[in-house]
């Protein structure tokens, strides 16, 4: 991050849209399994541990798109695998 010096940096509201009632526009695809590849792929392969991360969002009941990882706001249990296992 040579651009932010000594400053911190922070990679906020970060995510995958797990539903979408329209259908997703352009060529991104709003599912559960995609978000849970975004999480992977993103989050513990580039982020975690080595930037400061916000992930947006815990739950976003009835918001189109959801980026939720838990199913509705009283919820707690994600809807995919948090773990960063393997990686």
Not at 37 to 66: K, Q
């Amino acid at each position: 991050m040579a651009v932010a010096g000594s400053k911190e940096v922070w990679v906020t509201e970060t995510g995958w849209a797990v539903s979408d009632a329209k259908g997703g526009e352009g060529q991104s695809v709003a599912s559960t399994s995609d978000a849970k590849i975004y999480w992977d792929d993103v989050g513990c392969g580039l982020l975690f541990g080595a930037t400061n991360t916000y992930w947006y969002t815990l739950s976003e009941t009835g918001s189109t798109p959801d980026f939720g990882v838990s199913s509705s706001d009283s919820s707690t249990t994600p809807l995919y695998d948090l773990s960063c296992a393997g990686m």
